[in-house]
């Protein structure tokens, strides 16, 4: 059964600090790993990873992917009180469009 | 720009009932899905679309059905509602692969559902 574990499941730090929430992941073809944003609403999207190694940035943001190890990680520094958030990682395990695995998400709560 | 747009965006049903959630994009996606979420479960995939006329179980197909009769429009049914039901249920849609589109995820704002 594909499967994707997000750790920790809840995090408050003070702004300013450097966070790092985790990603790992069993499924069958892997294909691509997204991170996404959910405040109040609708997931907003913040990367794709296809490629082991790699680093995509934006901004105080940044990802990277390990497909050896089956994980990826998502780092966020200097955190703002708008960076506050559930975070969601999702695995794409078959065919382009087909499905995606989400984990559970990391609750980041940012004091300021 | 509209975007994946849902509705209703709040609904309370009596156990039994039925109602059907609409999702609309205006981006000519081709794949189209529905996930519920749940506390501490992440999304689930209910059904999903790889094109209009087609559908397919995800995770947790089960209480409901879906239909794509048009391209930019996909439906959830609950049948008969029950209170595991109660969820909040994202639409979202997606392009087709190509090099000009990144292959994310575009949501909608969700549909909060309480069954009693």
């Known amino acids: 059964e594909d499967k994707v574990v997000q750790s920790p499941l809840s995090l408050v730090v003070h702004e300013g600090d450097t966070v790092t929430l985790n990603c790992s992941y069993e499924v069958t073809n892997f294909r691509s790993l997204l991170w996404y944003k959910q405040e109040k609403k609708a997931p907003t999207f913040l990367f794709m990873l296809t490629s082991s190694g790699i680093e995509k940035k934006s901004g105080r943001l940044s990802s990277i992917l390990d497909k050896k190890e089956l994980f990826s990680i998502l780092n966020i520094t200097a955190t703002q009180t708008g960076d506050s958030a559930v975070y969601l990682c999702a695995v794409e395990p078959n065919n382009y469009g087909q499905n995606f695995v989400f984990g559970p998400g990391t609750r980041l709560s940012v004091l300021p | 720009n509209a975007g994946v747009t849902q509705t209703p965006k709040f609904r309370v049903l009596k156990t039994g009932q039925s109602m059907t959630l609409l999702c609309a994009q205006d981006?000519?996606?081709?794949?189209m899905y529905w996930y519920r979420q749940d506390p501490g479960m992440g999304l689930r995939l209910i059904h999903y679309s790889v094109g209009e006329g087609t559908t397919a179980k995800g995770e947790v197909p089960d209480g409901y059905n879906v239909s794509r009769l048009k391209k930019q429009n996909f439906l959830l049914g609950l049948e008969s509602a029950a209170p595991s039901q109660t969820s909040v249920y994202f639409c979202?849609?997606?392009?087709?692969?190509?090099?000009?589109?990144?292959?994310?995820?575009?949501f909608g704002e969700g549909s909060r559902l309480t069954v009693l």
């Open positions: 979202a849609s997606r392009p087709r692969q190509g090099a000009r589109n990144t292959g994310e995820l575009f």
């Open positions: 981006m000519n996606h081709e794949y």
